[in-house]
């Protein structure tokens, strides 16, 4: 067995059976990861456009001390905070992904 840099064994005398399993669960985990984001476009995408289209409406065209008003009002803000997450992660990983190439270049 050979360690690597990162300090994952590799070890290259496999049986071949292993080979052919480790070969089709690869083939089966690409079909399920074209699988979820087809459906995530499908369906997820579409729904979340709707919802912030209805809010944004309810906002624009309600009363603010109406209960539709705070409920248009409260999806928006929860969409934004989710956004700002999200944003905040992205932020957050390249940093760390920086910082590892930085340390690598260092040793």
Not at 27 to 47: C, D, K, M, N, R
Not at 63 to 74: E, H, L, Q
């Amino acid at each position: 067995m050979r360690a690597a840099p990162s300090g994952v064994i590799y070890d290259y005398h496999l049986p071949p059976k292993e080979k052919l399993a480790s070969r089709w669960f690869g083939l089966a985990y690409a079909i399920g990861i074209a699988t979820v984001a087809v459906q995530f476009s499908l369906f997820s995408l579409p729904a979340t456009c709707y919802a912030l289209r209805q809010a944004i409406g309810q906002v624009a065209d309600s009363d603010v001390g109406g209960p539709v008003f705070w409920d248009g009002a409260i999806l928006l803000s929860l969409a934004a905070f989710r956004l700002a997450l999200y944003g905040k992660g992205a932020q957050t990983a390249l940093r760390d992904r920086r910082n590892k190439r930085a340390v690598r270049q260092v040793q």
